[in-house]
């Protein structure tokens, strides 16, 4: 049924992180360097760190370095997986809340 499972995991695994989902939000507004996206964050940061590698590893971002500066940014494919993921669940969603609206209705126009 699922093109990706694993694939998909890892996206919603690196989303489930309130500091990730955070970091993904502020990459929305263009790419960044490593110190700008953990400013936000009381952490140290090799454990700032371990954020940015999972979201790089899920592939939700890629990292590149030039001279002593590594910079972040988005990486759009995983983003049309979950889409589409997320659309077939509510296309399923809606065919099943459309037959209980026709079941009630049914019902209500019997009495």
Same mark, same amino acid.
């Given at each position: 049924?699922?093109?990706? =499972?694993?694939?998909?995991?890892?996206?919603?695994?690196?989303?489930?992180? =309130?500091?990730?989902?955070?970091?993904?939000?502020?990459?929305?507004?263009?790419?960044?360097?490593?110190?700008?996206?953990?400013? =936000?964050?009381?952490?140290?940061?090799?454990?700032?760190?371990?954020?940015?590698?999972?979201? %790089?590893?899920?592939?939700?971002?890629?990292?590149?370095?030039?001279?002593?500066?590594?910079?972040?940014?988005? %990486?759009?494919?995983?983003?049309?997986?979950?889409?589409?993921?997320?659309?077939?669940?509510?296309?399923?969603?809606?065919?099943?809340?459309?037959?209980?609206?026709?079941?009630?209705?049914?019902?209500?126009?019997?009495?």
């Amino acid at each position: 049924m699922e093109k990706h =499972p694993e694939t998909l995991n890892g996206i919603f695994q690196a989303l489930a992180d =309130p500091t990730r989902r955070a970091v993904i939000a502020r990459l929305g507004k263009g790419p960044a360097s490593i110190s700008d996206l953990a400013k =936000p964050f009381d952490m140290a940061l090799p454990s700032f760190m371990k954020h940015i590698h999972f979201l %790089e590893d899920s592939g939700l971002i890629r990292t590149h370095k030039e001279g002593r500066v590594r910079t972040c940014a988005l %990486e759009k494919k995983p983003f049309g997986a979950v889409e589409s993921w997320l659309s077939a669940q509510r296309a399923l969603w809606e065919a099943r809340t459309d037959r209980l609206e026709q079941f009630v209705t049914a019902a209500s126009s019997k009495e």
